[in-house]
C-alpha cells in the first residue's frame, strides 16, 4: 500500500482518498473556477479543440458542398460568412467537451490514472472533490445542450451526451479495447457534426457524413497511439490497451501500418493535389518511424502530439483538393 498525493494507492490498483485530505473550501474567486474548469480541457486543447477546429472550417470552406448553409460563391465574402461564426464553434466544442471531461476525470479510476500521469488535474490536485465535479457536471450538461439549441449543433450535442453516458457511466472505457476505440470515436466524430453544423448554420450532407466516418474509421485503427506514453497511468488502473494486451511491437507495427495507409487514402478519397499528398504522407511517415524505431514514454509523447498534428493535416484534405 503506498499514499500518492493524498491517495492510498493498494496493491490491486485500487485508490481511496486518504483520510488525512482535508479540501481547503475558503470563498474561491471566479478566475479560481475558471482556472479549474480550464484544467479539466487544458489536454484536450490538441487532441479535440484545434484538429475539430480545422476540421470545421476547412469542410465549411471547400468547394464541395458539404452543408446546406447558403454561403456566397466569392472566396472572400464566404471566408468572412465563415470566419464570423468561429466563436460560435468554439463555444460549442469547449461547452461540450467540458462535459466529456467532467464526466471522465471524477470517476476513481480516472483519479488513480491522472495521480500518476497527470497530477495537476483538478481532483489529484484537490482543487474540488469528486461529489463537487458531479454537480458541475449536471450543470455542464444543462448549458451544453441548452446553448446547442442557439448555436446550432443541437442533435449532435444529444447524442454526444448518449456516448459520454455510454463511455463513462456504464463503463464503455473499460468493456474491451474495441468497445473504448468505437465509443471514442463515436465521441469525436459527434465533435466534427457539432462543429461543422455550428460553423456553418446549415445541415450536413451526405459527403460530410461520410467524411465524418471515414475520419471514425481512421480513429478507431490508429488511436493507440494515445496509449503508448500512458502505458504506467493504464498499468496502475489496471485497463487493458493495446500495448499492454498485444504487446508494445504488436501496438507500434499495426500503428505504423495502418497511418501509412489512411496517410495515402485519404488523399484519395477527396483527390488531393500535390500538397494534400505531401502533408498527408510526409506527417505520416515520421509518425510511423519514430513509432518503430524509439521507445520510452519522451519519444511516446512525440508520437502522440505527431498523431495529433496528423490527423489535423487530414483534416485539412478537404481544401487542399485539385
Known amino acids: 500500500m503506498q499514499s500518492i498525493d493524498g491517495y492510498t494507492l493498494l496493491e490491486k490498483g485500487v485508490v481511496t482518498p486518504s483520510p488525512t485530505i482535508v479540501l481547503d473550501q475558503p470563498r474561491r474567486s471566479p478566475l479560481y473556477h475558471l482556472k479549474t474548469l480550464f484544467l479539466f480541457t487544458k489536454s484536450d486543447f490538441k487532441t479535440v479543440i484545434f484538429p475539430q477546429s480545422i476540421f470545421a472550417i476547412t469542410a465549411a470552406l471547400s468547394t464541395a458542398k458539404l452543408t446546406t448553409a447558403e454561403l456566397s460563391e466569392d472566396a472572400y465574402t464566404r471566408a468572412w460568412q465563415v470566419a464570423s461564426r468561429i466563436p460560435l464553434m468554439l463555444a460549442w466544442i469547449w461547452l461540450n467537451l467540458l462535459v466529456e471531461d467532467l464526466a471522465n476525470q471524477r470517476l476513481e479510476g480516472s483519479i488513480i490514472e491522472d495521480t500518476v500521469n497527470k497530477p495537476w488535474r483538478p481532483l489529484p490536485s484537490h482543487r474540488l472533490t469528486a461529489d463537487q465535479a458531479r454537480d458541475w457536471l449536471t450543470v455542464a450538461i444543462v448549458v451544453a445542450v441548452g446553448s446547442s439549441l442557439a448555436l446550432g449543433g443541437y442533435t449532435a450535442s444529444v447524442t454526444l451526451m448518449l456516448f459520454i453516458w455510454m463511455y463513462n457511466d456504464l463503463d464503455g472505457s473499460n468493456s474491451g479495447i474495441w468497445i473504448r476505440n468505437a465509443l471514442n470515436a463515436s465521441g469525436?466524430?459527434?465533435?466534427?457534426?457539432?462543429?461543422?453544423?455550428?460553423?456553418s448554420g446549415g445541415e450536413?450532407?451526405?459527403?460530410?457524413?461520410?467524411?465524418?466516418?471515414?475520419?471514425?474509421?481512421?480513429?478507431?485503427?490508429?488511436?493507440?497511439?494515445?496509449?503508448?506514453?500512458?502505458?504506467?497511468?493504464?498499468?496502475?488502473?489496471g485497463r487493458l490497451t493495446v500495448p499492454l494486451l498485444y504487446g508494445e511491437t504488436a501496438a507500434r507495427v499495426s500503428l505504423s501500418a495502418m497511418v501509412m495507409f489512411w496517410s495515402a487514402a485519404c488523399p484519395l478519397f477527396w483527390d488531393a493535389s500535390a500538397w494534400g499528398w505531401a502533408v498527408s504522407t510526409s506527417l505520416g511517415c515520421a509518425m510511423s518511424v519514430l513509432a518503430l524505431q524509439k521507445r520510452g514514454q519522451w519519444w511516446d509523447e512525440v508520437v502522440w502530439k505527431l498523431w495529433c498534428l496528423w490527423i489535423a493535416a487530414l483534416y485539412l484534405l478537404p481544401a487542399l483538393g485539385k
Open 188 to 199: 469525436l466524430m459527434c465533435f466534427s457534426w457539432g462543429a461543422l453544423a455550428t460553423l
Open 204 to 237: 450536413l450532407s451526405s459527403r460530410a457524413f461520410t467524411w465524418i466516418l471515414v475520419t471514425g474509421a481512421i480513429i478507431i485503427t490508429t488511436v493507440h497511439a494515445q496509449d503508448l506514453p500512458d502505458i504506467e497511468g493504464d498499468k496502475a488502473r
